[in-house]
């Protein structure tokens, strides 16, 4: 069923999702996007680097936290507009249980041609990961 823009409010929440992030996740996501970049894979080399740990991708933290406006508006193709600044990073510890990103989501603006403003959430320990993170989404 469609998302309408008559019925929507500004303040409308997007139902949150926790997307769980492993080691073997990061993997799989690298032979995808061809990421192959050692801090998203060895730990020694993170570590050299200053990082806390072995970190996911910034473009997979992305993608992971508009799905909760792509689930919520029933078709990727809706969104229109996407950007996002990679505030902090995602550390993905290698014990067995890994990270979780936790993205919430509401409508802040009502915008013309039957498209809203989506702010979103994303934050990983208790630590905000994206900042400016901002959705616009053309409904039915």
Same mark, same amino acid.
């Given at each position: 069923?469609?998302?309408?823009?008559?019925?929507?409010?500004?303040?409308?929440?997007? $139902?949150?999702?926790?997307? $769980?992030?492993?080691?073997?996740?990061?993997?799989?996501?690298?032979?995808?996007?061809?990421?192959?970049?050692?801090?998203?894979?060895?730990?020694?080399?993170?570590?050299?680097?200053?990082?806390?740990?072995?970190?996911?991708?910034?473009?997979?933290?992305?993608?992971?936290?508009?799905?909760?406006?792509?689930?919520?508006?029933?078709?990727?193709?809706?969104?229109?507009?996407?950007?996002?600044?990679?505030?902090?990073?995602?550390?993905?510890?290698?014990?067995?249980?890994?990270?979780?990103?936790?993205?919430?989501?509401?409508?802040?603006?009502?915008?013309?041609?039957?498209?809203?403003?989506?702010?979103?959430?994303?934050?990983?320990?208790?630590?905000?990961?994206?900042?400016?993170?901002?959705?616009?989404?053309?409904?039915?």
């Amino acid at each position: 069923m469609a998302i309408n823009y008559d019925e929507v409010e500004v303040g409308t929440e997007l $139902p949150a999702q926790s997307f $769980p992030v492993t080691r073997a996740t990061l993997v799989r996501y690298a032979g995808a996007s061809g990421d192959f970049n050692p801090i998203h894979w060895n730990e020694k080399f993170a570590l050299e680097v200053g990082l806390p740990d072995v970190i996911a991708h910034g473009m997979f933290t992305m993608a992971e936290a508009i799905r909760v406006v792509t689930d919520w508006v029933g078709d990727p193709a809706a969104v229109v507009e996407y950007g996002v600044r990679f505030t902090r990073p995602v550390p993905v510890p290698n014990d067995g249980v890994g990270a979780v990103i936790e993205v919430s989501a509401k409508v802040a603006k009502k915008l013309e041609d039957r498209r809203v403003q989506v702010d979103l959430l994303a934050t990983s320990g208790g630590q905000k990961v994206l900042g400016m993170s901002r959705a616009v989404v053309r409904l039915a």
